[in-house]
C-alpha cells in the first residue's frame, strides 16, 4: 500500500489564499493524500471555498475557536487519517510533484520528519521575489534555513513546509506552544526524541509571504522575539550567528556617531564603517541582480534584506531586553 499523507492547513482570514494552495493540490502527481482545512477562529471564513473542491480533493473543513497556528495543527493532527502529516501554510502553492518527491526521499533516507526548501514562483510580482530572496539568501540569515544541517544539528524543519510520521506524533504530542517559535521548537523537541530529520531539496514550496516591506517588516519582527523566546526553551539553540541581524542594525544606527567621531578626531572610522557597508550591499545587489536576471529586483533585493535584518534584529533586541528585565 502506498503511503498515505494527511495534509494539515490551518486558516486565519485568508480565503483567496486557501483558494489558490487547493487549486495547487489538484494537479499533484502522488494522488494518495487527504487535506484537511482548520478555520482556526476566523471572521472570513472560507466554508464555501473549501467545499467547492470537494469533487477534486478528498477535503475536510473544520470550524473552531481561535487558539493560533500550533494548537490549530494539533486539531488536525488528531482527526488525520493519513501515515504521514504534511503541514502547509495557507500562503503557499505547491508544486505537481511536491508529494511524489517526499515519498522517494521518505522511502530513500527513512525520516521521521523533514522539510522542505521554499521558493519564489515565476508568477510573484517583483516585491514578493525580492522578499523570497532575502528569506533565502546566504548573504542574510535567510541562507541557513536552507542546510540539510542546521548550525550543528540535524535540519530543523520550519512550519511553512513540514511532515512527520505518525508516530512522530504520537510519542511527542504534537506542538505545545502555539505562536513565537513553536515550529523550531517541536523540531527540536522531535530530533531530541530520537526521530530522524532531514531536508528534501525537491519537496519545495512557493511561498508568498508578504506583499509590502511594511507587512514583512512586521513578520520579521515577529520572527526576532520568537528565536529569544525559543531560548526559554532551549537556551543551547541560541547561537551567535542568531546576534548578527542585530548587530547589523546597532551598526546601522552607530553610523551617525561614527561620522560624529570622525568629525572631532579626523580617525577615518565613518569612511570605513561607509564602505563595508557599501561593499555589503553591493554584494547583495550583484548576488539578486544575477539569480533574478532583473535589476529592478536588485535594487529590492537590497531593500529586503535590509528590512529583513533590521526588523529581525530589533524584534531580536526588543525581546532579548524584556528577558533580561523580567527574569
Known amino acids: ?41 476566523s471572521v472570513n471564513d472560507a466554508q464555501a471555498i473549501v467545499e467547492s473542491f470537494a469533487n477534486r480533493l478528498d477535503v475536510k473543513y473544520f470550524r473552531k475557536e481561535n487558539s493560533g497556528q500550533g494548537f490549530t495543527r494539533n486539531f488536525g493532527f488528531e482527526r488525520a487519517s493519513g501515515d504521514y502529516f504534511v503541514i502547509f501554510d495557507s500562503d503557499c502553492l505547491i508544486p505537481p510533484h511536491y508529494l511524489q518527491a517526499v515519498e522517494t526521499d521518505l522511502n530513500r533516507y527513512g525520516y521521521d520528519l523533514y522539510g522542505g526548501p521554499d521558493a519564489a514562483s515565476p508568477d510573484f510580482n517583483d516585491v514578493q521575489k525580492a ?43 504534537g506542538f505545545i506552544i502555539t505562536r513565537m517559535a513553536e515550529d523550531i521548537e517541536y523540531s527540536i523537541r522531535i530530533i531530541r526524541s530520537g526521530f530522524k530529520s532531514g531536508l528534501i531539496p525537491d519537496a519545495y514550496v512557493y511561498h ?8 514583512f517588516f512586521k513578520q520579521l519582527h515577529f520572527f526576532g522575539r520568537a528565536r529569544i523566546n525559543l531560548s526559554r526553551f532551549f537556551p543551547d539553540e541560541l547561537k551567535l550567528v542568531h546576534f548578527f541581524p542585530a548587530l547589523f542594525f546597532l551598526f546601522l544606527c ?32 550583484t548576488d539578486a ?3 533574478n536576471k532583473s535589476l529592478k529586483i536588485g535594487i529590492l ?15 531580536f533586541i526588543k525581546e532579548g531586553w524584556r528577558k533580561l528585565t523580567r527574569g
Open 131 to 173: 522578499i523570497s530572496y532575502a528569506m533565502t539568501s546566504p548573504f542574510s540569515t535567510g541562507g541557513i534555513r536552507g542546510k540539510k544541517k542546521t548550525l550543528g544539528g540535524q535540519f530543523h524543519p520550519r512550519s511553512f513546509n513540514m511532515g512527520l510520521s505518525r508516530q512522530v506524533y504520537e510519542k511527542t504530542g
Open 254 to 285: 552607530s553610523l551617525p556617531v561614527w561620522l560624529l567621531i570622525q568629525s572631532l578626531t579626523a580617525l577615518p572610522v565613518f569612511t570605513l564603517s561607509s564602505i563595508v557597508l557599501a561593499l555589503y550591499t553591493l554584494i547583495v545587489f
Open 1 to 41: 500500500m502506498p503511503r498515505k499523507y494527511s495534509i494539515i492547513i490551518p486558516l486565519y482570514n485568508r480565503p483567496d489564499e486557501i483558494r489558490e494552495l487547493l487549486d495547487s493540490l489538484t494537479r499533484q502527481t502522488y494522488t494518495h493524500f487527504e487535506v484537511l482545512v482548520i478555520e482556526d477562529g
Open 208 to 215: 508568498k509571504r508578504r506583499s509590502t516591506f511594511g507587512q
Open 289 to 291: 541582480t544575477v539569480k
Open 301 to 315: 533585493g537590497v531593500a529586503a534584506v535590509f528590512t529583513q535584518l533590521s526588523g529581525y534584529g530589533i524584534g
